[in-house]
């Protein structure tokens, strides 16, 4: 097995085609220079024109002349012969190049040629037979490539697909770099995250918060037990209706503030006076529409809500309660404003604020990084994949087992 570094392949390989193939290089170069001698058998020739008119021809005939000599010399200079590692493309491109050059002569002459014809009938005759020959041998040249170099040919497309082995390599440390760079940018991340909730945790155990978070949990805690004792909504819609239909009495009900309280009980009930009139009427009035059957409910129901009427103004307590209430808001106020003289409550915002903004562009990062390490995952899988199947091309054709090492700079 040869090993072979992927920067030195490209030396090594041609070395092995240029022993393997020797025979059919050595007769390439010998068509290649007889195609270099026909060239510059052609400028020769333009030296001959020029001479060939020099005094011979009026002036302007002889600026059409150098024209005529100026532009195939321009042409055949534009020609690249290869000189040094040459390959099949680089002789197509050759003989492209000399088959444009016939087309080109043609063409100048066409258009210079009758200026000048008569005094120059012998090197017209020299030209065209020196452009018959190079024909021959572009046709000599063309045959060869074809025929008997199909070989080299193929063994040299191996070439081509060197750059992509490279392009992987360098897309592969690329990705690596990025990965590498999201994965710092992560940590830093995530530090700031635990930094972050370090701040808001210590904001949070303030006396303050834990005395408002305290009092609010209470107020929480009283409104749901007071909810409890006012559960016969429904009986109350059914009043409403009623009411609005004017199908019973309305007696001491204020109809605007039954509508109101249906939106929200205990509101209304802290907006009342401290004995809680307008609440006290509404059911005294709801529990005589049910005594006397004038709402539309179902017994069980209708007795339920009689029961838990009667409990409110025998327990008494509900005016209690709603007093109690006043007391816990009116407390959370004064502790809310403490804290806003403190600063704590813009303090605590803007470290949630920064909170919320830092888990954004973690999620960001985490997106970016396993985006990126499929990148990563990819080329690595494609690049193990190319180089075995080139790896077996050489081998198919040097006949010997290559191991192509590509090093990463990371």
């Excluded at 302007?60 to 099949?88: Q, V």
């Amino acid at each position: 097995m040869v090993e072979i570094e992927l920067e030195e392949f490209e030396s090594f390989y041609k070395d092995q085609l240029d022993d393997q193939f020797a025979k059919e290089k050595k007769a390439i170069n010998k068509l290649i220079d007889d195609i270099r001698e026909g060239l510059i058998e052609i400028k020769v020739c333009m030296d001959h024109f020029l001479e060939a008119g020099e005094g011979k021809i009026e002036e302007k005939a002889m600026r059409s002349l150098h024209f005529f000599s100026d532009r195939i010399r321009k042409e055949i200079d534009e020609i690249e012969i290869p000189e040094e590692d040459i390959t099949a493309d680089k002789i197509t491109q050759l003989l492209n190049s000399v088959k444009k050059l016939f087309t080109n002569i043609n063409e100048i002459a066409r258009k210079s040629l009758p200026k000048f014809q008569k005094e120059v009938q012998a090197e017209i005759k020299e030209l065209n037979y020196i452009t018959r020959k190079l024909g021959k041998k572009q046709a000599t040249l063309d045959a060869f490539l074809r025929k008997k170099y199909t070989d080299v040919r193929e063994a040299e497309y191996l070439f081509d697909k060197l750059p992509k082995l490279f392009t992987l390599r360098d897309n592969i440390e690329n990705a690596k770099k990025d990965l590498e760079e999201f994965e710092k940018q992560l940590k830093d991340r995530e530090e700031t995250e635990v930094n972050l909730n370090k701040e808001l945790l210590m904001l949070e155990k303030n006396e303050f918060f834990i005395e408002l978070e305290q009092k609010k949990n209470e107020l929480f805690k009283l409104r749901m037990k007071i909810n409890d004792k006012l559960g016969f909504k429904k009986a109350l819609k059914k009043l409403k209706f009623e009411l609005e239909k004017n199908t019973i009495p309305t007696a001491n009900v204020d109809l605007e503030f039954l509508k109101k309280y249906l939106k929200d009980p205990i509101k209304m009930l802290i907006k009342e006076r401290k004995d809680l009139p307008n609440f006290s009427a509404l059911l005294i009035h709801l529990r005589h529409s049910l005594e006397e059957n004038q709402i539309n409910l179902k017994s069980d129901t209708k007795e339920k809500t009689i029961e838990q009427i009667n409990a409110i103004f025998e327990e008494k307590t509900i005016n209690e309660e709603i007093e109690e209430v006043k007391e816990l808001i009116s407390h959370i106020k004064d502790v809310e404003k403490k804290i806003e003289e403190a600063g704590l409550a813009s303090k605590l915002e803007e470290v949630k604020n920064q909170i919320s903004l830092n888990t954004v562009k973690l999620e960001h990062i985490q997106n970016d990084l396993e985006r990126k390490n499929k990148d990563y995952m990819r080329y690595l899988s494609s690049l193990k994949e190319e180089r075995e199947e080139f790896q077996k091309a050489v081998e198919n054709v040097i006949e010997e087992e290559v191991k192509l090492n590509i090093k990463f700079t990371f």
